[in-house]
């Protein structure tokens, strides 16, 4: 007779706010755990410059500029708490057009088809139905999600319905193409 396994029960532990780790001078410093949560409390300067908080003391905090990663301390008069995700703020580090690829891009066969629509320029439906291998349905899906998005145009190829990629589209393959091409 085969014995059956017991489960632990998971003990719920109350959400904190308060970073956990401090240095000798009572600053409290953010765990990485707390990071990931999104507990990072996004901050502005008087010139309305946002950073994310990552360290707060008495007179002064050290912050991060999202999109660039320095850190800097900053006197605490001259930053204010701002009503933003900080992890919508810490993705601000990747530029907004691949941004907007990745959300309009679910899959490697999306990414396919964008890419296919930037290499070869306008193209007709009849021949992206017949060149891939994506149903009618499928292909409209996606295509109406690239329009959707910003990423793609509808354009007469030869008297015929087709697509184009816009300049969002392009900037945003083309940075990640150059990120691929460094690896």
């Known amino acids: 007779m085969r014995a059956t396994p017991t489960r632990t029960p998971r003990v719920a532990r109350p959400p904190t706010t308060e970073a956990t780790a401090g240095d000798a001078s009572g600053t409290a410093i953010l765990t990485p755990v707390q990071l990931l949560r999104g507990l990072v409390q996004p901050v502005e300067d008087t010139d309305g410059r946002r950073y994310l908080l990552v360290k707060r003391s008495g007179e002064s905090s050290l912050v991060r500029d999202p999109t660039t990663g320095s850190e800097a301390y900053l006197p605490n008069e001259e930053l204010s708490s701002v009503e933003a995700s900080g992890l919508e703020l ?10 907007r690829v990745l959300r309009a891009v679910h899959n490697d066969r999306a990414l396919g088809l964008l890419l296919t629509l930037e290499d070869r320029g306008p193209t007709d439906v009849r021949t992206l139905l017949d060149r891939t291998d994506l149903c009618e349905s499928d292909l409209h899906g996606l295509l109406g999600e690239f329009r959707a998005a910003g990423l ?3 354009a007469d190829v030869l008297g015929e319905r087709g697509y184009e990629t816009t300049d969002v589209a392009s900037e945003g393959l083309d940075l990640l193409r150059e990120d691929e091409a460094r690896e």
Not at 90 to 96: F, K
């Open 90 to 99: 810490a993705a601000e580090a990747v530029p907004a057009p691949v941004r």
């Open 152 to 154: 793609v145009v509808e």
